[in-house]
């Protein structure tokens, strides 16, 4: 009787959790994701600013170099961060991470997402295939826009 019992119990959760198992990569809470933004323009600087709520990262990117960031995602709440990145004649604002399994899966192809900024835009890499694939091309900098990082 308690080998029934217990199949029973464990059918039950089994049926409860499922939905949650389906998506488990963008809610477990000890799972670490990192985000990284190149700047690949030589002669340009960039300057970021991603958040998430009141999490933010700002960094002046001198060229070649990045501004890197991580994160454990959050119970059954879903993360997003957001990226205003500024050149000398451009600005982008983007969705720089997004824990639901399109993004992960389709997006950075795994929990780390690298971003380049380069003349054409900011383009993103799959991890699955490799390739840099670019996202949004440089919008217009308004000209009352002050440096993010004064």
Not at 26 to 44: A, K
Not at 66 to 94: M, P, Q
Not at 126 to 142: A, D, H, I, M
Request: with cysteine.
């Amino acid at each position: 009787m308690r080998l029934i019992y217990q199949s029973i119990s464990c059918l039950i959760l089994a049926i409860i959790f499922a939905p949650l198992y389906v998506n488990c990569s963008s809610w477990w809470p000890w799972t670490r994701y990192h985000v990284s933004i190149t700047n690949w323009m030589p002669g340009d600087t960039v300057d970021a600013h991603c958040y998430y709520g009141h999490d933010q990262h700002n960094r002046n990117i001198p060229v070649y170099e990045s501004l890197t960031w991580s994160f454990k995602a959050k119970l059954l709440t879903e993360v997003r961060y957001y990226c205003d990145i500024y050149r000398s004649n451009g600005h982008i604002n983007f969705l720089a991470f997004e824990d639901s399994g399109d993004f992960i899966d389709n997006g950075c192809g795994g929990r780390h997402c690298f971003w380049n900024a380069t003349y054409q835009g900011i383009a993103l890499k799959n991890l699955k295939n490799g390739e840099f694939v670019l996202q949004q091309t440089w919008g217009p900098r308004n000209k009352n826009t002050q440096n993010i990082l004064t």
